[in-house]
């Protein structure tokens, strides 16, 4: 855990005209690779494309990207039998919730997170991860409303959740909210098993693509030269 909040400083101007394009989205991953660092992990190692993948993609893998880091299984890919909830929750401003979807199952649980206003993906993933905590004024997570509460960090302990056996889901959408701002929305669903579900996109298929891999890290930095 952080021991404290790690503000982004300084985004490139293009991220005000260009909020996901490469310049700005390279960027936001520099300074997630700094936040790493800080904790004494190594660079995201992204696949090759990265950059223009669509966010929901994005977002899965730099959660699993976290997750393998720290020994967590892996979320095994992106369930299209959770888009409803997470669309209806990333347009309303809310954390998703999956519970209608899973009753039938006989065991399940959940966490959600939901960000809105940052420039793209990777800058709402930076917030869950490293800038969760109390800030004073400048706090992003509306749950945590003074130095120690119980809310602090939740989105990052989220992102982490589950380290036993099972299988883990993951719900993603990302678009604009009722007031065309940029909104974000995740849920991960641990079940027994993947039976109820399949994939759109699975981490094989990320991994396929280059990531967690060392030559990842080096295709990112490649264009960046």
């Given at each position: 855990?952080?021991?404290?909040?790690?503000?982004?400083?300084?985004?490139?101007?293009?991220?005000?005209?260009?909020?996901?394009?490469?310049?700005?989205?390279?960027?936001?991953?520099?300074?997630?690779?700094?936040?790493?660092?800080?904790?004494?992990?190594?660079?995201?190692m992204?696949?090759?494309?990265?950059?223009s993948?669509?966010?929901?993609?994005?977002?899965?893998?730099?959660?699993?990207?976290?997750?393998?880091a720290?020994?967590l299984?892996?979320?095994?890919?992106?369930?299209?039998?959770?888009a409803?909830?997470?669309?209806?929750?990333?347009?309303?401003?809310?954390?998703?919730?999956?519970?209608?979807?899973?009753?039938?199952?006989?065991?399940?649980?959940?966490?959600?997170?939901?960000?809105?206003?940052?420039?793209?993906?990777?800058?709402?993933?930076?917030?869950?991860?490293?800038?969760?905590g109390?800030?004073?004024?400048?706090?992003?997570?509306?749950?945590?409303?003074?130095?120690?509460a119980?809310?602090?960090?939740?989105?990052?302990?989220?992102?982490?959740?589950?380290?036993?056996?099972g299988?883990?889901?993951?719900?993603?959408?990302?678009?604009?909210?009722?007031?065309?701002?940029?909104?974000y929305?995740i849920?991960l669903?641990?079940?027994p098993?993947?039976?109820?579900?399949?994939?759109?996109?699975?981490?094989a298929?990320?991994?396929?693509?280059?990531?967690?891999?060392p030559?990842?890290?080096?295709?990112?930095?490649?264009r960046?030269?």
């Amino acid at each position: 855990m952080p021991l404290a909040n790690r503000p982004i400083a300084t985004l490139p101007a293009t991220c005000d005209s260009a909020p996901t394009g490469r310049a700005c989205t390279d960027a936001v991953i520099a300074a997630l690779d700094g936040a790493r660092a800080a904790l004494g992990l190594g660079p995201y190692m992204l696949p090759a494309g990265f950059d223009s993948m669509p966010p929901t993609r994005q977002l899965f893998v730099l959660a699993n990207l976290d997750r393998t880091a720290y020994g967590l299984p892996p979320i095994a890919g992106i369930s299209p039998a959770l888009a409803g909830a997470t669309a209806s929750a990333m347009r309303s401003d809310v954390d998703p919730d999956p519970t209608s979807l899973l009753a039938s199952l006989p065991s399940y649980a959940w966490t959600a997170d939901w960000a809105g206003g940052w420039a793209n993906a990777a800058y709402a993933y930076y917030e869950w991860m490293y800038d969760d905590g109390y800030g004073g004024a400048e706090t992003s997570n509306v749950d945590c409303t003074s130095d120690g509460a119980s809310g602090c960090w939740d989105h990052r302990r989220n992102i982490l959740a589950f380290a036993g056996a099972g299988s883990i889901a993951m719900g993603v959408s990302a678009g604009v909210d009722a007031h065309g701002q940029p909104s974000y929305a995740i849920t991960l669903v641990w079940t027994p098993s993947n039976a109820w579900t399949g994939y759109s996109y699975s981490w094989a298929q990320a991994q396929a693509a280059g990531a967690g891999a060392p030559r990842g890290s080096k295709l990112r930095q490649s264009r960046k030269s």
